[in-house]
């Protein structure tokens, strides 16, 4: 999957159209989030794929895409590890992506979270990520702003990332 791709997988389910899409995706490989150039199609990783996923989720406008990708990439969860390396750990393995409910990442305050679940438990084990040096003057508050991934959506662009296309065909059967 190269990143033209990716972007017409992300605006056949989102509200984002593919200019918008088009723009972010070139300032992630500007920033150097995403391999290549322009004009030059290149296979993008699970590493890419999360940086791309972080950077429509985080960035309101895509004027502000690598900013935002940088601030949200870097923050740490219980798992001692950062958002876009657990993120990245998720979609390169369908059946982990499988066990996702979403990933909700917060335009308010600098927080992001994946909530998996347990075939075997009742609820979600949710990991919550936070800035590495938190600034406790920073409230959360009441009222946020969230984008919020499917797991479902995340699971299927797994499964073709891992495949080759084989979400793509189960979308042309449709």
């Not at 918008?20 to 070139?26: G, I, N, S, V």
């Not at 996923?53 to 985080?58: D, F, H, K, P, R």
């Not at 305050?109 to 990520?129: C, D, K, M, N, R």
Request: aromatic share 6%.
């Amino acid at each position: 999957m190269n990143a033209r791709d990716l972007e017409r997988v992300i605006a056949n389910f989102t509200r984002f159209d593919a200019s918008d899409l088009a723009l972010r995706t070139r300032a992630l490989r500007e920033a150097g989030f995403i391999p290549g150039r322009q004009g030059k199609a290149i296979d993008l990783g699970a590493d890419h794929v999360a940086a791309v996923l972080i950077g429509v989720a985080a960035a309101p406008r895509p004027a502000n895409v690598a900013a935002q990708c940088l601030l949200f990439s870097v923050l740490v969860g219980g798992t001692g590890r950062t958002f876009a390396e657990d993120l990245a750990q998720v979609i390169a393995a369908p059946e982990r992506a499988g066990r996702v409910a979403w990933v909700r990442v917060c335009h308010t305050a600098p927080q992001a979270e994946i909530a998996f679940s347990h075939p075997s438990q009742i609820g979600l084990e949710v990991v919550t990520y936070l800035p590495p040096q938190r600034d406790d003057r920073v409230a959360v508050g009441c009222i946020r702003s969230d984008a919020t991934i499917d797991g479902a959506f995340l699971h299927q662009l797994s499964i073709q990332l891992k495949t080759g296309g084989a979400f793509i065909a189960v979308e042309e059967a449709v």
